[in-house]
Every structure is written in C-alpha cells, then in structure tokens.
C-alpha cells in the first residue's frame, strides 16, 4: 500500500519532519507488513532497502565469525534501519531483521540517498537519529559487562515496550535469549524472578508489562540514558 497522498503516521522520525521535507519523502514511502525474519541488512553486503518502523521491532545483530550471535540494538517506531547508509557507506558486518512483526514505511536505498543529498534538514534529523543509536548500542555493551542477568532483562523488557503500543510484549524465549546472549534456561530463571514478583506476566510467545516503574527500578542504571539523549535530539 503506497503512502503517496497522505502523511505517514506512526513512526516518530518521519513525524518529525517538517511538512515541507516529508512531503518531498511521503510518495516514496511504502506501508508494508513486516513479518518474522525479514531481513532488511545482511553481513558486508550491499543494503537495498531501509525501513522506518511503525509497529514491530528490529534487530541489529552482531555475528561472530564462529556463529555466534548477540543483538546489539534494536529499531522501533522511534526510527529507521540503515545506519550505514545514512552515514555514507553502503554496507555493514551487522545483520537487521524482524524480530517482532508489524509493519513499516520501507523506502529503497537509492532513493534515500537522493533526498538524502536534496535535503540538509532531513539529513541533520536521520544523522541525529544514527547519534542515539550509537549510544543505545555503546550502553547496551556497558550492560552486558556489567549488569546483571536481570538487570539486563529488565532493560530490554523496557526497551520492547517503549516501542510497543500497549503492554503485552510478542518476545520468545529465543528473542530474548538472543538479546541477553545466554542460553534459555537461563532466560527462563530471569523471567521467572520477575514474574514471581509481580512485574510481568508470561504466556506463550509473550510478556505482559504489569509494573513498568517496578522494571525500571530493576533495571537500575542500565536503562535511561539512550532514552534521554533521543529526547533531547530528537524532542
């Protein structure tokens, strides 16, 4: 479904925009489903496609020449996939895809780099946007060092849920394995901590937020920061 002909709704770095600027970019928009696993970036390969999410999260996977694999961030309603791009390169050692399916605004590469070169307002925004990510991934190495099982499953609890409308999270235990780079039992014991508490509720494939100041609080130190420096970019 095209969006040319009305503004894009529901991804809070196109809303930024002034009028001017996203009426240059909304006809080249495309509102599409996001399902599991689709893959906007692969390993040191040239990236055709960015994504401005509405609903649904994204992956930003670091993979380890052995195989193994630990998500180093993650792309919400809050912004765009193509960090690399929007920074001049055309390509990333890192793998971006769905984790948690919705939908989004998908906009080719190549006509990114055009309204990119047409427009400095549009391109201070995404350059400020790519600034609070390189700090959501720089404190998101702070808090595998050094934060807790829990307290790093708090975080990422948190982050899920500020880029979800409402508060039921669609999180696996393979998601969250992946985010927290530990094996699932070890998921299983952390969720279990906060369930017993009374911060979650855990069903089958999700998580439901029941005492989000709780979480926070649990998370301590290692939630916050990223978060503050996108407002203070980004409004």
């Known amino acids: 479904m095209s969006a040319a002909g009305r503004p894009p709704k529901g991804n809070r770095l196109l809303q930024a925009l002034p009028k001017g600027q996203l009426d240059l970019l909304a006809p080249h928009l495309v ?3 996001l399902h599991l696993r689709d893959t906007f970036e692969r390993p040191n390969r040239p990236i055709e496609e960015v994504c401005f999410p509405v609903t649904g999260i994204v992956s930003v996977v670091a993979e380890h020449p052995k195989g193994r694999r630990i998500e180093i961030g993650l792309v919400g309603c809050e912004g765009v996939t193509g960090s690399a791009v929007i920074l001049g390169s055309d390509s990333t050692p890192h793998a971006t895809y769905i984790q948690v399916a ?7 590469v190549a006509k990114l780099r055009e309204l990119l070169a047409k ?13 609070t990510f390189m700090v ?15 307290e790093r499953l708090a975080r990422w609890l948190l982050m899920a849920h500020d880029r979800t409308s409402g508060n039921v ?10 985010m927290l780079a530990v094996r699932r039992p070890g998921v299983t014991e952390a ?9 979650i509720q855990c069903a089958r494939g999700q998580i439901i937020v029941l005492d989000r100041k709780a979480i926070e609080k649990r998370a301590g130190p ?4 990223p978060e503050a420096e996108y407002r203070r970019l980004m409004g």
């Open 31 to 33: 509102l599409a489903p």
């Open 102 to 108: 919705g939908e989004g605004y998908r906009l080719p």
């Open 119 to 131: 427009s400095p307002a549009f391109q201070g925004l995404l350059l400020k946007y790519v600034q």
């Open 136 to 150: 959501q991934t720089a404190h998101t190495a702070i808090a595998s060092a050094r934060a807790t099982l829990t």
């Open 169 to 178: 999270l669609s999180l696996t235990h393979e998601f969250l394995s992946l």
């Open 191 to 199: 969720l279990q901590s906060l369930e017993d508490a009374g911060l």
């Open 222 to 225: 290692y939630y916050g920061v």
